[in-house]
């Protein structure tokens, strides 16, 4: 065989491998063209960008939570006011409760099983009920002590320890409500993802990896964050961000303390 065959079949076959390559670059192309066009339908039928997919669960918009969690507590809270001395109440028993009940059934006709309606009078009814709840533990609190500083609780430590225990746990109750309530603007706000920064930071933010793919904060999060503060006065594995958490939670803790300490100190004294 001559140079020139030899050096003719190499250029051919250097042709073939050239056009072979560039139709397996093309099939690449197409490929990734293909898988791209995929995703952009994807997104577009589930209504969110690539950053909102790729955004940690907590960010991302949920159906939002349930309302019977919320409700069976504020429902406790109410009947703790039911249930105390009328020596802690100030004016008719039945006057706050009623006004309480009633909001609160409101409340619960609106959204009765999920709550991820916006409205400006639903969230301004929320923040009434939260704030009459809140002012009337707040009075019975300040009779009760007034009545411990003045020593007028009587000689039974049961009484003492039930009213101081009511107060207590009621006190819980209300905080959580209002970390719940304001926490990256509310239930609903979360429940949108309107707000990316938090307020509180969870274990389950800095460590996605311990919490399943569709976590977010609910309200027994936010009972939990206001327990240990009540009882640890300090916070526990939940840190506050912003400026009105650190302040809300160091108000808790203030009046948790003065409670639980006068409450005790007498109770000790009127069994001995």
Do not use: C
Request: aromatic letters at 8%; glycine letters at 6%.
């Amino acid at each position: 065989m001559g140079e020139h065959e030899r050096d003719g079949r190499s250029d051919a076959d250097a042709g073939a491998g050239a056009t072979g390559g560039t139709d397996a670059v093309h099939h690449l192309l197409r490929a990734v063209h293909e898988h791209l066009e995929r995703i952009e339908h994807l997104v577009a039928a589930d209504g969110r960008t690539v950053e909102a997919r790729l955004a940690p669960a907590w960010q991302r918009a949920t159906a939002g939570e349930h309302r019977l969690p919320v409700a069976a507590f504020i429902t406790v809270a109410i009947v703790l006011q039911v249930l105390l001395p009328a020596r802690y109440l100030v004016g008719p028993r039945l006057v706050p409760v009623v006004l309480e009940a009633v909001l609160g059934a409101g409340l619960v006709v609106a959204n009765p099983r999920r709550i991820n309606r916006s409205s400006r009078a639903l969230r301004g009814a929320s923040l009434l009920l939260i704030a009459m709840l809140s002012l009337a533990n707040a009075w019975s609190a300040v009779l009760l002590i007034d009545a411990l500083v003045r020593g007028r609780t009587g000689s039974n430590a049961a009484v003492l320890l039930g009213s101081g225990a009511a107060i207590y746990v009621t006190n819980i109750i209300v905080f959580a409500l209002w970390y719940w309530e304001f926490d990256r603007g509310g239930p609903v706000a979360r429940a949108r993802a309107r707000r990316p920064y938090p307020d509180f930071l969870f274990p389950q933010m800095t460590n996605p990896e311990l919490a399943p793919p569709d976590w977010s904060t609910r309200f027994f999060d936010y009972l939990w964050l206001s327990y240990t503060n009540a009882t640890a006065f300090s916070p526990t594995d939940v840190m506050p961000l912003s400026r009105w958490a650190k302040q809300l939670m160091l108000l808790q803790s203030a009046v948790s303390l003065v409670t639980v300490a006068l409450v005790i100190a007498r109770a000790v004294n009127v069994l001995k």
